[in-house]
């Protein structure tokens, strides 16, 4: 005779769910039997500022974003009648790089730096809140349900990982499209110094640039919001997007756009392959995410270690190709290159290595205990299973 009792979830990592109630199988569990939703409707976030509405309601974000658009379109229209003279739309900034160099080639435009920037970052800023949450609550939620998942813990996640898979999937494209022209293809790292300073952006290179920066403000701003429940490695995921939004700014402001392009395809493109395999994970798809998962290990290992230590390796030893010329501190001719800035371009991407073999050895972790005990556990997510232990004992 079956009993109705429910036990309490367990997490076994973010490769692996597994209920008490279900059968396990060499690879896993089956899909299990879920606690129905007690609230159908996404958290409220009763908590955060009226100014700050924006950042979790995607309708509220959706209408700060239509403004500047509405704007430009009218300054546009009546900008002839009232000031014949004017050839600059002010609104333009929002949702257009600034910048443009005078000199450069109508066939190949270039841009440099511009305080306009500013402007263009907090709009998407805004963005990628609207997108986030939009993906996270109205889409991800009906795809998560059809699938089986009912626990609000599980559903959250879900979206919060195919918003992941979403970004890092077009921006992993996006930024090997980039690097695709420019010299530093691929990893020809000599050039991130040859010819420096690379202050005159190509338009995807400075969109890109920009966009990434927004990205990673927003997501600085869901851990400080408390959007996402944080895991047990809170403080190094704290970290390591102030050390990203600082190699961010720090390049683009230094003109070290070339290596900065670089840094960015070896985070964003195993991070899809993160995202996915841990969608696989939730729908309980054990065979595929098994071959997710050890695909993603081999591209992690290459990516995020072995390029990363080639970067390093480069800032040791090919910073001195940097022209004489640059190797002062002049912002009006935009070098920086003194004889203390590769080192801290060192220390920052070093660090970064560190929190990265941090997770990696997590990972190998799970994969070998995987291999020997068909057994995982990852304690990043084991305070998943708090918030699902209370869930249950409230229904109870």
Known sequence: MQSNKVESRKVAGPFQTRDDTTQTSPLGPERSASIALTRQSPPKFHHVSPWLRWAVDPLAALKLLVVPPVLYSIYTLFAPFLDPLSHQNPFASFFQISGYVDTSKPDDPRYAKSYHDLIFLAYHIVFFSCVRQFITINLSRPIAKYF???????????????????????????????????????????????????????????????????YWCQQLLVLLLGLEKPRKDYSKLVAHHIITLWLVGGSYILNCTYMGNAVYISMDIPDTLFAFSKLLNYIQWERAKMVSFVTFIGVWTYFRHYLNIVMLWSVLFESHLVPDFAKQWNHSQGVYMVSWLPLAIFASVFFLQI????????????????????????????????GEEAEVKKED
């Open 148 to 214: 089986g998942l009912k626990r609000e813990s599980k559903i959250d996640r879900f979206g919060e990982q195919m918003y992941a898979l979403v970004y890092f999937m077009v921006f992993g494209v996006y930024g090997y499209f980039v690097m695709s022209h420019l010299p530093t293809y691929w990893y020809r790292t000599q050039y991130f110094w040859i010819d420096y300073p690379h202050w005159n952006m190509n338009p995807d290179m400075k969109r890109y640039y920009l966009m990434q920066f927004s």
């Open 355 to 386: 929190l990265n073999l941090y997770w990696y050895y997590l990972m190998l972790r799970i994969l070998v205990r995987a291999i020997l005990t068909s057994k995982t556990e990852d304690e990043r997510s084991e305070d998943e299973d708090d």
